[in-house]
C-alpha cells in the first residue's frame, strides 16, 4: 500500500476535536474549541432561513453572490474608510479556513519563505509546507506579547513571499498596535511581499481597542489578503462563510485555488452574512461589550480561584498559567487532568506553536458561552483547586 501525501499525514489529529471528544465522553463543560452558546442574531438566521426556501439553491457565481460582495465592500467602506470594488476585489469562500489556504496555495511558489508568528492558529503551518513554502516563525512573548522587532525584521529576507498575521490574534488575545502594525507594514513594503491578514476576530476586541487592518497602512492596499468570517462576526461558526478583500491583481491567484478547491459555497449563508454585515453599528459594539463582560466574570473567577491570567485583548479567549495551582506537568496533562477530574476542558497553549521549545504552562479557556455555563464551569474548577 501506498501512502498519502507525508506533510499533511504527519500531523496529529486537531488538539480541538481531540479535547471536544474528551469533553463528550467525561461530559465535562467545554471551554476549549471556541464556539458560541449565542445562537446569532434572529435576522440573520431569519434570511438564511428565507433564502433557503425561496432563493435560488444552485451554484451561485465563483466569486460569490453580489449582494454579500457588495456588503463586504461597504462593510470595509464603513468600518475602515477602504475603498473596494466588490466586483473585483472580493471573494466569498467557505470559512476563513478556506480563504487562508486559497490565499497560501494561490500565492506561494515552492521554495517561498514565509514569515508567521508564533503562537498561531492550527491551519497555517500545514498548508504553508504543503503549498512548498518554507516557514520563518517569530516567537511573541509573554505574558504582554509584544512584537519583538528586531527578529521580524531578521526574519525577512530575499526569499521572504508573504507575510501571515492574525489580529486579533488566537489564541494569546493579542491586538497588535496602530505602532506594531507600522513597523510590520514598512518590512512588508521594504522587502515586496504579500500580506495575508486573518481578521476573523475584527469585531472582538475590548476596552476600547480598535481593530485597524493592516490594508489601511501605506502601501499595504495593493499587496495585502485581508480576510473576515461569519462564523466570528455573527456568532455562527457552523456557517463557514468567509471572505477576503484584496486588490485585483493579488486576489486572482488566490481565486485559481478557490477555484480548483471549492469553487463556490451555500448561496443561503452568504445571503444571511450579507444581512449581518449591512446590520447597524449597534450590532458590532453590542458583541463586543457582550464579549467583554464574558471575559471580565471568566478571568475575575478563574483569577480566584488561582490561576495566573492573562489580559486578553480580543477573541473568544483568555490565557492562563497554571503552575500556580501547584500542577507541574505540561499543558496537554493539565487540560485531560482538569476534564477528566474537575470536568472542565480548556485547550494546551504548546499546540499553536510549531517551533521547538514551545512554553508548556499555559492553557487557553474560551468564554462565549453563557454566563450560566461559565459560572458551572467556575464552580467546578473552584471546588477541585479547593479541595
Ligand atoms: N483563523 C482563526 C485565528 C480562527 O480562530 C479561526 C476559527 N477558530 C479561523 C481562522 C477559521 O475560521 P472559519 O471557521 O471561518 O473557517
Not at 303 to 320: C, D, K, L, P, Q
Amino acid at each position: 500500500m501506498k501512502h498519502g501525501n507525508s506533510v499533511l499525514g504527519g500531523y496529529a489529529d486537531t488538539i480541538f476535536d481531540v479535547m471536544s471528544g474528551l469533553a463528550r465522553q467525561h461530559q465535562s463543560v467545554n471551554l476549549g474549541q471556541g464556539f458560541p452558546d449565542d445562537p446569532g442574531p434572529e435576522d440573520v438566521r431569519r434570511a438564511a432561513a428565507d433564502y433557503l426556501m425561496t432563493g435560488h439553491n444552485q451554484y451561485p457565481p465563483m466569486l460569490g453572490i453580489p449582494d454579500l460582495r457588495q456588503a463586504v465592500a461597504e462593510h470595509n467602506k464603513r468600518f475602515y474608510g477602504l475603498e473596494v470594488d466588490w466586483q473585483t476585489e472580493v471573494m466569498v469562500t467557505s470559512g476563513a479556513t478556506e480563504a487562508l489556504g486559497d490565499c497560501l496555495l494561490g500565492l506561494i511558489e515552492p521554495g517561498d519563505e514565509v514569515v508567521l508568528i508564533e503562537p498561531l492558529y492550527d491551519s497555517y503551518i500545514p498548508i504553508v509546507r504543503r503549498a512548498g513554502g518554507i516557514p520563518k516563525l517569530v516567537r511573541l512573548k509573554p505574558p504582554a506579547w509584544d512584537l519583538p522587532r528586531e527578529e521580524l525584521a531578521a526574519a525577512f529576507g530575499p526569499k521572504t513571499k508573504l507575510l501571515l498575521i492574525n489580529s486579533p490574534m488566537n489564541p494569546c488575545s493579542k491586538v497588535f498596535t496602530r505602532e506594531e502594525l507600522a513597523f510590520v507594514a514598512e518590512l512588508c513594503v521594504k522587502h515586496d511581499v504579500f500580506a495575508v491578514c486573518d481578521e476573523v476576530y475584527e469585531h472582538l476586541t475590548f476596552d476600547g481597542r480598535p481593530h485597524i487592518p493592516l490594508m489601511t497602512f501605506p502601501g499595504m492596499r495593493e499587496r495585502t489578503a485581508r480576510i473576515g468570517s461569519s462564523g466570528k462576526t455573527f456568532s455562527v461558526t457552523g456557517w463557514k462563510i468567509g471572505y477576503v478583500t484584496a486588490a485585483a491583481e493579488v486576489l486572482k491567484p488566490i481565486l485559481k485555488a478557490h477555484q480548483f478547491v471549492t469553487f463556490t459555497t451555500a448561496p443561503s449563508l452568504q445571503w444571511g452574512t450579507a444581512v449581518g454585515l449591512r446590520k447597524d453599528i449597534g450590532y458590532f459594539t453590542g458583541l463586543a461589550r457582550d464579549m467583554q463582560a464574558k471575559r471580565d466574570r471568566l478571568a475575575k473567577g478563574l483569577a480566584e480561584i488561582g490561576f495566573g491570567v492573562m489580559e486578553s485583548h480580543g477573541t473568544y479567549f483568555v490565557t492562563t498559567d497554571f503552575r500556580p495551582l501547584g500542577f507541574n506537568g505540561t499543558d496537554e496533562d493539565f487540560c485531560r487532568h482538569i476534564t477528566v477530574e474537575a470536568k472542565v476542558t480548556a485547550v494546551p497553549i504548546s499546540a499553536f506553536y510549531a517551533g521547538p521549545d514551545a512554553p508548556r504552562h499555559f492553557a487557553r479557556f474560551c468564554f462565549c458561552k453563557n454566563d450560566s455555563t461559565l459560572d458551572l464551569a467556575l464552580e467546578r474548577l473552584a471546588r477541585h483547586f479547593r479541595r
